[in-house]
């Protein structure tokens, strides 16, 4: 069986609820996951945004979360999930907002994509702080088991057009 994540929140490919975005509670969406190998010692989790800035000329990755240790016997995390409420022994990183909690979509132009990437890893990595990104990858090396990943997609409403009133040119007398 292979390893498989999921939300109740939303499915794969489709709108991520305003709910879990800036624009909404900013509250973490539901994730489950299953099939994962009999070996792994500790999940790692991150969601990031391919996308950034403008979809039509991305110029990075933005990272929105980044979780480790969550313990084996863990096959999920509830919506809105605080860090004190986190499975025992789960670590959290930083993100891009350089802040250890969930930040949900908040993107300036154009519908982003956002992967939702789950690792199974065959140890408990050892206490790295707050890392990146980038350092949580460093510390997987060799030791992903398996990983599947959930893509979710989200686009800003337009604020509404405001409608401009023509200023009236004073009367002048020259």
């Given at each position: 069986?292979?390893?498989?994540l ?31 190998p ?28 980044v979780?480790?240790?969550?313990p ?34 908040c ?12 690792y ?39 604020p509404?057009?405001?409608q ?11």
């Amino acid at each position: 069986m292979s390893l498989v994540l999921a939300s109740s929140d939303f499915s794969a490919g489709s709108s991520i609820p305003v709910e879990h975005t800036c624009d909404g509670a900013d509250r973490s969406p539901s994730l489950s996951w299953s099939g994962a190998p009999a070996a792994a010692k500790s999940f790692a989790l991150v969601i990031d945004d391919p996308d950034a800035p403008d979809p039509a000329a991305p110029k990075m990755t933005w990272v929105h979360w980044v979780l480790y240790n969550i313990p084996p016997e863990a096959n999920g995390l509830s919506g809105g999930v605080s860090e004190a409420e986190l499975p025992r022994g789960t670590r959290s990183g930083l993100n891009d907002w350089k802040r250890t909690a969930y930040g949900g979509p908040c993107p300036p132009v154009g519908r982003h994509r956002y992967f939702h990437k789950l690792y199974a890893l065959d140890v408990v990595l050892p206490d790295l702080g707050h890392p990146t990104k980038k350092q949580l990858e460093q510390a997987m090396l060799g030791h992903i088991l398996e990983q599947c990943e959930l893509v979710g997609t989200y686009e800003r409403a337009l604020p509404p057009v405001r409608q401009r009133r023509k200023a009236k040119s004073p009367l002048r007398l020259n």
